[in-house]
């Protein structure tokens, strides 16, 4: 009540809800205290947020319902001391400090690991260029595999080849041959020993269709080769292999006949054996007998037929030798014997043409100096058809002094007309020499 007796209460607005609070009073900012030093840094005040839009001015209020949630307002009016109905009321943010720069130690490791960065992504770009460039398929899309192309194929078969692997490289054959003895690690082991296979370039053809030939250029040992080689996929799509990778290494069987031959130190037991491309040794172990001539061949490619011409069997020196004193020792039985049937070509009828009967067991046989000498310097002739029975060169005439009975009287007398020595031949066949005389 004022005091001149009237009521001095504002009038409350219709509807008995209070007016709508003021629109806030902006405050200014006030500067905060000075940062006291302290082991860790405050990070900085999140923004504040926007208040409500000024109050336009009064305005006659209507009924709303109570928010979702909030009990319907029953504080006292604004300004009377009671609680804002305002739950919240934004504060501006302090004003911050000015930020420092960063440290020495900081951008020198930022510097750092940029450079790291740098070199791990061209090290990784290297890794990606080198592999898409070694790749047999690289830009293709078929997987990285040597039977994914033609070339891959031939290019796998070779390094196997090089690396001694036998089951690999007859992995790359559609149709390989039977078991050999020469289809082995050891075989190719001794042959890339003898003539290593190396300089490996093949050429991808340009057209692929199911079936193709591969140019491929190496080395074995000092001859350098260029061949062609079959590939096709008609087993499998996408899978590639060789119709051919294996040569038949033939032998002239009348050659070598009854000799033990090896091939790289591996017996032989037909005429015709399947070797890889190669470089391939022949050699004999029968006791006193070598093979001679071009004894290394070198099996370029498959179906290659690698001439021997040059190779042939004979006696090694000691051979040779035996095959000497064999038959020297053969003559000075036969010219030690008083007998008529003296052996080695030497046989006498006891009735000559001229009606003379020989007395047998007084006979007298001798060689002349130009027989000699050539019975001295015997040397073997080795046999094309059969290395084991070798011949001798023809040795001369031989004198022959015996007691003869004619007409009843009986004496002393030389033969004009006895027989010679003729051409040794001596057979190595059951590994003891033995001397005939054809």
């Not at 307002?73 to 009671?82: D, L």
């Amino acid at each position: 009540m004022s005091t001149d007796g009237t009521d001095d209460r504002e009038t409350p607005p219709p509807g008995g809800y209070p007016p709508p609070p003021p629109p806030p009073v902006p405050q200014h900012p006030v500067a905060p205290p000075a940062a006291q030093p302290g082991p860790v840094s405050q990070p900085p005040l999140p923004s504040p947020v926007p208040g409500p839009a000024p109050y336009p001015g009064p305005a006659p209020y209507a009924a709303q319902p109570p928010y979702a949630g909030q009990p319907p307002y029953a504080g006292p009016y604004p300004g009377a001391g009671g609680p804002s109905p305002y739950p919240y009321a934004p504060q501006p943010a302090p004003p911050q400090g000015p930020r420092k720069g960063l440290g020495t130690g900081a951008i020198v490791g930022i510097v750092a690991g940029a450079i790291l960065l740098v070199a791990v992504v061209a090290g990784v770009l290297i890794a990606l260029v080198s592999n898409l460039g070694n790749s047999p398929t690289a830009g293709s899309g078929d997987p990285e595999t040597p039977t994914s192309t033609p070339a891959g194929v031939v290019r796998g078969y070779l390094e196997a080849l090089a690396a001694s692997d036998a089951e690999t490289a007859l992995s790359y054959i559609s149709d390989p041959p039977a078991d050999s003895p020469f289809l082995t690690d050891a075989a190719l082991e001794t042959s890339n020993a003898l003539g290593p296979i190396t300089d490996i370039e093949v050429t991808a053809p340009e057209d692929a269709d199911f079936s193709t030939t591969v140019s491929a250029t190496y080395s074995i040992g000092n001859e350098v080769v260029t061949a062609e080689y079959s590939v096709n996929e008609y087993d499998t799509e996408g899978e590639w292999s060789m119709t051919a990778g294996t040569a038949d290494l033939m032998l002239t069987s009348s050659r070598f006949a009854g000799l033990d031959m090896t091939l790289n130190g591996e017996p032989l037991d037909s005429d015709t054996v399947a070797v890889f491309p190669g470089t391939y040794e022949l050699a004999t172990t029968t006791p006193n007998f070598e093979v001679t001539g071009e004894t290394i061949v070198t099996v370029r490619e498959p179906f290659d037929y690698p001439s021997l011409s040059d190779v042939q069997a004979g006696l090694t020196e000691e051979g040779a030798q035996l095959f000497r004193t064999t038959v020297q020792e053969a003559v000075a039985a036969c010219l030690a014997s008083k007998t008529l049937a003296a052996g080695c070509g030497l046989e006498l009828p006891e009735v000559l043409d001229d009606g003379a009967r020989l007395i047998d067991g007084t006979l007298t046989r001798s060689l002349g100096a130009e027989a000699q000498a050539t019975l001295d310097s015997l040397a073997p002739q080795e046999s094309f058809s059969d290395p084991l029975v070798v011949r001798g060169d023809f040795i001369g005439s031989v004198g022959v002094a015996a007691e003869v009975e004619q007409n009843g009287q009986r004496g002393t007398g030389e033969l004009l007309f006895a027989p010679s020595l003729g051409a040794p031949v001596v057979d190595f066949t059951s590994g003891t020499p033995v001397v005939r005389w054809d």
